[in-house]
C-alpha cells in the first residue's frame, strides 16, 4: 500500500523559510504527480503547489508564488517543498498527494493518496 509521510514543519518567524518533504513507499514514485495542498484553520483546502513525473512542469497557487518553490527527487522518493520568506497566513497543515492519472494537478479530488499533514505556523 502507499504510504506518504511529510516532515519538516515547525513554528517559525515571519521571513523565516521552512523545507518540508514528503516521502512515498510502496509504489513507483515516478509514475505519480505529486502535490502540496494546505488548509488553515476555518478555511478551505489550498492548493499550493504540484510537479510533474519528471519535474519539468510545476505550478503554484497565487499565494505563493515567487515565495515557495517545489522539486522532486525520484531516486529518493521524495517531493519537497522550500518556502521562503514565510508569512503568518503561510500557517496551516501542509498536506502532500501523489496523483497517478493526471500531468499535473491543482484539484484536490483528482489525487489518489495523501499524507497525514505536518504543522506550520509562522508567527509575526
Not at 64 to 90: C, G, H, W
Request: aromatic share 12%; glycine share 10%; proline share 2%.
Amino acid at each position: 500500500q502507499v504510504q506518504l509521510v511529510e516532515s519538516g514543519g515547525g513554528s517559525v518567524q515571519a521571513g523565516a523559510s521552512l523545507r518540508l518533504s514528503c516521502v512515498m513507499s510502496g509504489r513507483t514514485f515516478s509514475s505519480y504527480v505529486m502535490g502540496w495542498f494546505r488548509r488553515a484553520p476555518g478555511k478551505d483546502r489550498e492548493f499550493v503547489a504540484t510537479i510533474s513525473r519528471s519535474g519539468g512542469i510545476t505550478y503554484y497557487g497565487d499565494s505563493v508564488k515567487d515565495r515557495f518553490t517545489i522539486s522532486r527527487d525520484n531516486a529518493q522518493s521524495t517531493v519537497y517543498l522550500q518556502m521562503n520568506n514565510l508569512k503568518p497566513e503561510d500557517t496551516a497543515v501542509y498536506y502532500c498527494g501523489a496523483d497517478l492519472s493526471h500531468s499535473t494537478s491543482q484539484t484536490y479530488e483528482t489525487y489518489d493518496y495523501w499524507g497525514q499533514g505536518t504543522q506550520v505556523t509562522v508567527s509575526s
